[in-house]
T-cell receptor
Framework: NAGVTQTPKFRVLKTGQSMTLLCAQDMNHEYMYWYRQDPGMGLRLIHYSVGEGTTAKGEVPDGYNVSRLKKQNFLLGLESAAPSQTSVYFC???????????FGPGTRLTVL | SQQGEEDPQALSIQEGENATMNCSYKTSINNLQWYRQNSGRGLVHLILIRSNEREKHSGRLRVTLDTSKKSSSLLITASRAADTASYFCATDGSGGGADGLTFGKGTHLIIQP
């Protein structure tokens, strides 16, 4: 099993550009999450999904959109990137709410 | 907002010594988890302790939970160079709200050979 994978691993954007981060898991987990990690801030929840076709806002959702069209995939979109969105983005999944989360390797995004 | 706060922010010890990290949180929880993050990598789950448990062991790891003080500690015994990493506590709140975990800012542990 690959676990949780994320693409791309690195990306540099210019202000105003758009992009989509892809997260895929092969563990048949219902729950999927997107977090961002900034220096000295720990991880903060952006959006999450409790099953195929569902999405919900986390702590810092502004400027991001998500979609969960297939159970194994969770996409994070930035429609108009801003320098404040420079961060490392982690996707995670879990079988049930509040249980162990399995993390992907992260995507390092820089917005110039 | 951050739920957990780890203490200390950074810790440097000699290989073979024990390392203790603490976590404090603010609201009632269902469980508390500890994760490890090696530099530039994703987080790896270490241990989960439920709100009705007081202590849990896994290999060289020992976790305690005091819900009356809203605090937890992670003890790593007989530390090794490979234990060098950042350690995060994460809480699953029982008060509803978003279904993700709430993470602290982490303790950066350095094991000196």
């Amino acid at each position: 099993n690959a676990g949780v994978t994320q693409t791309p691993k690195f990306r540099v954007l210019k202000t105003g550009q758009s992009m989509t981060l892809l997260c895929a898991q092969d563990m048949n987990h219902e729950y999927m999450y997107w977090y961002r990690q900034d220096p000295g801030m720990g991880l903060r929840l952006i959006h999450y999904s409790v099953g195929e076709g569902t999405t919900a806002k986390g702590e810092v959702p502004d400027g991001y959109n998500v979609s969960r069209l297939k159970k194994q995939n969770f996409l994070l979109g930035l429609e108009s990137a801003a320098p404040s969105q420079t961060s490392v983005y982690f996707c995670a999944s879990s079988y049930v709410r509040g249980n162990t989360q399995y993390f992907g390797p992260g995507t390092r995004l820089t917005v110039l | 907002s951050q739920q957990g706060e780890e203490d200390p922010q950074a810790l440097s010890i000699q290989e073979g010594e024990n390392a203790t990290m603490n976590c404090s949180y603010k609201t009632s929880i269902n469980n508390l988890q500890w994760y490890r993050q090696n530099s530039g990598r994703g987080l790896v789950h270490l241990i989960l302790i439920r709100s009705n448990e007081r202590e849990k062991h896994s290999g060289r790891l020992r976790v305690t939970l005091d819900t009356s003080k809203k605090s937890s500690s992670l003890l790593i015994t007989a530390s090794r160079a490979a234990d060098t990493a950042s350690y995060f506590c994460a809480t699953d709140g029982s008060g509803g709200g978003a279904d993700g975990l709430t993470f602290g800012k982490g303790t950066h542990l350095i094991i000196q050979p």
